[in-house]
């Protein structure tokens, strides 16, 4: 068979959100026609240039034509396209399809055909109750809608008695009429209601059952009896998924959403019956190969997946109607693009191949969990060889101040064939003693004398106080790759106002301190401003640590000051 590709990207995929969506134009909406047999949606203008299912694809005003669904599912009988099959990169005459049931995994009731007038109303497009019917379908269901019992006659009030609607009273009373007979829940309703009229009772409750005994693959139009139960006098309010409505209720009640007939009373013109919806208890079919599957029962987006296919042995009530069905499609979700896309399980995002994340780290420092009944000596716990794929491994990003963790990284990306730690620090058959030096060696690293003339200018017009905190906010960026060879070349520029503030401190003009404890009073002015961004000199294995903590107050101390005035120049 043909596979019939635009050359614009034009794929089943697109045509099914499109065909399935049924997105109208709110200015041509009268005009508007919904399409089975094709996925292109098209205004009578341009019609004529609709190709055929043996054309290649025309692109007009946005639309595209991929022709008629011309396969049939095996299992569930549902319209598929050629290009929806399973094997895309096999041409076969009979393919197999999943996006429908599954694979025959998804069993579910076929929908009934609708009572005579609304088949009228659905179809018969010349009528005027047709158009009418079509161009207000929304408000009609809201009108009829069932979930949020304390506003269903609010609703009807103001549908009727707005002077802007085009809500047709002999409509409503037909459509009144039709549920009255068919629908299980109108029905219900109007039960209650005739037992109320009696007078012999007058504190009532109608409890919603949820639960079915009847399996969901096979049955799915419930009997009054099984959906509901009249209830005179006190209840079990233990139940959660059934709803008791009261005729004195304390506070409203409204049907949940996992409720089995949450649709049927939400949308009682798409599943006019009284169909039953979702139900979480639904299993999948016996796989024809024996084998168990990890879930067995049906979620709701495969329930969904199979409700908005089209059949030629089902009722299509429900993909006809237009904007309603537009509104069941996106109820939770953004849009009917969207909607459809995720209900039929396309990739959100796709990315091809797939990519990897891989971790490493220092030695010593990879965890192993072990469980008290697990045994160490396990050798399926052991490094094994990457198995061969398509799939694209990226190492994690880790940032420069995580010190030998990011300069390891570095090495991994250029070391061929390392069997060991040690191997990722050998360049040139020379171990180095850091990663950090073997990532010098490798010339990844350059000198810093772009840092040290910074801090050589900033010191003509800046104090020292903010040349210490310069060189800190290199420390905390980790912009520099060696900033011991900094520190040694400006630590005398950050310590030009530590000798006159212990003199001015101490009254002694003439105070006189040794390279050392220069060195250290700075280095204990770093760690402060450090410690004040959770850090220190300890996580920066090449910087000096202070060496005396308590520097700062023996110099407060005149007898200790005095002994260490003296000049080591005229010692010498």
Request: charged letters at 25%.
């Amino acid at each position: 068979m043909d596979n019939h590709q635009h050359r614009n990207h034009s794929d089943p995929t697109q045509a099914r959100i499109k065909k399935k969506a049924n997105i109208p134009d709110s200015s041509e909406d009268e005009s508007f026609e919904s399409t089975q047999g094709s996925a292109s949606v098209s205004s009578p203008e341009n019609q004529n240039y609709m190709s055929s299912a043996n054309e290649p694809a025309i692109n007009r005003e946005g639309y595209s034509d991929l022709g008629d669904q011309l396969m049939q599912c095996s299992h569930c009988n549902a319209n598929m396209w050629y290009d929806e099959r399973i094997s895309k990169c096999a041409r076969t005459t009979n393919p197999r399809f999943s996006l429908c049931c599954g694979g025959g995994k998804v069993e579910l009731p076929l929908l009934q055909n609708p009572p005579k007038y609304l088949y009228q109303l659905l179809y018969d497009h010349d009528t005027s109750d047709s158009k009418n019917y079509q161009q207000n379908i929304r408000t009609y269901n809201m009108m009829f809608a069932f979930t949020s019992a304390e506003n269903e006659v609010q609703n009807r009030i103001n549908a009727i008695s707005s002077p802007h609607n085009q809500i047709q009273r002999h409509i409503v009373s037909q459509l009144s009429e039709m549920l009255d007979e068919y629908n299980v829940h109108a029905k219900t309703f109007r039960m209650t209601r005739d037992r109320l009229q009696d007078g012999q009772v007058d504190n009532i409750k109608l409890k919603l059952i949820a639960n079915r005994e009847k399996d969901g693959c096979t049955y799915n139009v419930p009997t009054v009896p099984k959906v509901v139960a009249l209830i005179v006098g006190d209840f079990d309010e233990n139940s959660k998924r059934d709803i008791i409505i009261e005729t004195r209720p304390r506070q409203s009640q409204r049907i949940h959403e996992l409720h089995s007939s949450y649709l049927a009373l939400q949308y009682p013109l798409l599943f006019l019956y009284g169909e039953d919806g979702y139900r979480p208890d639904i299993l999948h079919c016996s796989a024809p190969d024996g084998k168990k599957r990890k879930r067995n029962r049906l979620t709701m987006r495969e329930w969904f997946s199979y409700r908005l296919q089209c059949r030629s042995n089902e009722s299509k009530t429900l993909l006809n109607s237009r904007r309603l069905f537009q509104q069941f499609v996106v109820e939770g979700y953004i849009c009917p693009c969207e909607s459809t896309w995720r209900i039929f399980g396309f990739p959100i995002h796709g990315r091809e191949p797939a990519v990897e994340r891989l971790h490493f780290h220092l030695l010593g420092q990879h965890s192993v969990v072990y469980e008290d009944h697990d045994d160490i000596d396990d050798k399926k716990r052991c490094w094994h060889l990457r198995k061969k794929g398509y799939t694209i491994g990226r190492l994690l990003w880790v940032p420069p101040i995580t010190g030998e963790l990011f300069y390891l990284r570095m090495m991994i990306t250029v070391c061929k064939g390392p069997t060991s730690f040690e191997d990722l620090r050998t360049v040139d058959n020379v171990q180095y003693p850091t990663y950090r030096e073997a990532c010098f060696a490798m010339g990844f690293l350059q000198d810093d004398k772009e840092f040290i003339e910074a801090i050589k200018e900033a010191k003509d017009w800046g104090s020292a106080h903010y040349i210490r905190k310069l060189f800190v906010l290199l420390l905390l960026t980790a912009t520099m790759n060696k900033p011991k060879q900094v520190w040694d070349q400006t630590w005398h520029w950050m310590a030009d106002d530590i000798v006159y503030n212990y003199r001015k401190s101490s009254a002694s003009p003439t105070l006189q301190l040794d390279d050392r404890t220069l060195q250290n009073l700075v280095l204990l002015e770093i760690e402060q401003l450090l410690q004040a961004n959770q850090r220190s000199l300890k996580d920066y294995p090449s910087m000096p640590y202070p060496e005396d903590v308590n520097c700062p107050t023996y110099l407060d101390n005149s007898l200790i000051l005095a002994e260490l005035n003296y000049n080591n120049q005229e010692l010498r």
